[in-house]
């Protein structure tokens, strides 16, 4: 059974990410489990950068092979923004409610009330030995000024799947199955396993 520390301490991400690996022969958990560790400096300029990031930096201070993810959104009339700093759009810590009214004003600045959009993720683990793996995955919607439903986090009320249902409407497995951070997961999914699985034929 491998250890990984999920390094992040999102609540939602790791709820996600803690599904879609059931089925493998890891135990996973959570970067609180470790106290309070410094935040890593995310200075890199795409969500790969700062994924790779986030795991080599948590890996060396748990000592502990990592999971870490960098996703954001990305959207059309803000030329690709927030982007890798969707998390920050609003200022340092800032809170999803400030982030979103920011994004709607920008928008709004724009002459627009609503503007295609895309959410991107990029897996990276990163194991003691140095070994690291990555993987990708993105969701195509809509940003409309209209919040609609209590699920999810970040900016998953305005990001319309549809024209009448944003990603906070939908269930986790409906979530998983359509989203970003989904796509991502199993296919970080199938090459942890086919990792594993070579590590575990290695001469000890």
Do not use: W
């Not at 969707?86 to 999803?96: L, V």
């Not at 959009?117 to 000024?145: H, K, M, N």
């Amino acid at each position: 059974m491998k250890t990984i520390v999920i390094a992040t301490k999102n609540k939602g991400k790791i709820r996600e990410m803690t599904q879609a690996f059931e089925g493998l022969p890891v135990k996973l958990i959570p970067l609180s489990d470790f106290g309070d560790l410094p935040d890593a400096v995310e200075d890199g300029t795409t969500f790969e950068a700062n994924a790779k990031i986030k795991a080599l930096f948590y890996m060396k201070e748990t000592k502990t092979a990592c999971l870490a993810d960098d996703s954001g959104l990305e959207v059309d009339a803000l030329g690709g923004g927030p982007g890798v700093y969707s998390a920050r759009f609003a200022g340092e810590h800032a809170t999803d409610d400030a982030n979103n009214e920011k994004l709607l004003a920008e928008i709004g600045k724009k002459g627009l009330d609503a503007s295609p959009a895309a959410y991107r993720c990029v897996l990276a683990f990163a194991d003691t030995d140095g070994a690291t793996l990555t993987a990708e995955g993105s969701c195509a919607g809509v940003i409309r000024p209209e919040a609609r439903g209590n699920g999810g986090f970040g900016y998953d009320p305005y990001f319309y799947i549809d024209e009448n249902k944003t990603m906070a409407e939908l269930t986790l497995n409906e979530k998983d199955a359509i989203s970003h951070r989904g796509k991502a997961l199993r296919e970080m999914a199938k090459q942890l396993s086919f990792y594993l699985a070579k590590k575990d034929e290695r001469p000890s």
